[in-house]
């Protein structure tokens, strides 16, 4: 069964750092993008980056770009969000996904259960 | 940033209702929009992409249309299990962003 796992998430003070991994299973993990997504408690969902399938090229929304990093390892076959210099407002379920495409049209279609990441002093 | 505008933000329904949500892109979107519901304490589901294709296993009793930049998902016949909230989502242009969510109550 197509299925992804994250871990990683966890209490951390603001200024610290934390880095979440997403494992995945029974797909070509190598052939697709891949994501994170984020939702803090009680709110909407909001995209936080993206990398591409070959590591060529990564994406992140401005709120974290400088302080979070997207990687991947296609031999693990593992997803990664290292995020430095935490703030309060980062506090989340982050959720790791797989990236499907129609034509140019780019759709999560898999979606990992989430990890929590908690901000606080 | 392209700013997604769901409308409304809450609604009571009956089982057996139309539903309609809509979502509103403050710039171009062409057909790069989807649809995700959740459930509370659950990840996502994809239920609508490219406007208005159906994922697979998705019930048929959901659809999805464009005019413009009007966007709208349809339960023809709400079903218990569909109580949720609905968010829409353009991946035209990065940012990419999300609407602000629907939730559908009994």
């Known amino acids: 069964e197509e299925q992804l796992v994250e871990s990683g998430g966890g209490l951390v003070q603001p200024g610290g750092a934390l880095k979440l991994s997403c494992a995945t299973f029974?797909?070509?993990?190598?052939?697709?993008?891949m994501a994170w997504v984020r939702q803090a408690p009680g709110k909407g969902l909001e995209w936080v980056a993206s990398i591409k399938h070959d590591e060529s090229d990564e994406f992140h929304v401005d709120s974290v770009r400088g302080r979070f990093t997207i990687s991947r390892d296609n031999v693990k076959t593992s997803l990664y969000l290292q995020m430095n210099s935490l703030r309060a407002e980062d506090t989340a379920m982050y959720y790791c996904?797989?990236?499907?495409?129609?034509?140019?049209?780019?759709?999560?279609?898999?979606w990992g259960r989430g990890t929590l990441v908690t901000v606080s002093s | 940033d392209n700013q997604m505008t769901q409308s409304p933000s809450s609604l009571s329904a009956s089982v057996g209702d139309r539903v309609t949500i809509t979502c509103r892109a403050s710039?171009?979107?062409?057909?790069?929009l989807n649809w995700y519901q959740q459930k509370p304490g659950k990840a996502p589901k994809l239920l609508i992409y490219a406007a208005s294709r159906l994922q697979s296993g998705v019930p048929s009793r959901f659809s999805g249309s464009v005019f413009g930049t009007d966007f709208t998902l349809t339960i023809s016949s709400l079903q218990p299990e569909d109580f949720a909230t609905y968010y829409c989502q353009q991946s035209y242009s990065f940012p990419q962003t999300f609407g602000q969510g629907t939730k559908v109550e009994i």
């Open positions: 710039q171009r979107t062409s057909t790069y």
């Open positions: 029974d797909f070509t993990f190598r052939s697709y993008w």
């Open positions: 996904a797989r990236i499907g495409w129609y034509g140019l049209v780019g759709y999560f279609d898999l």
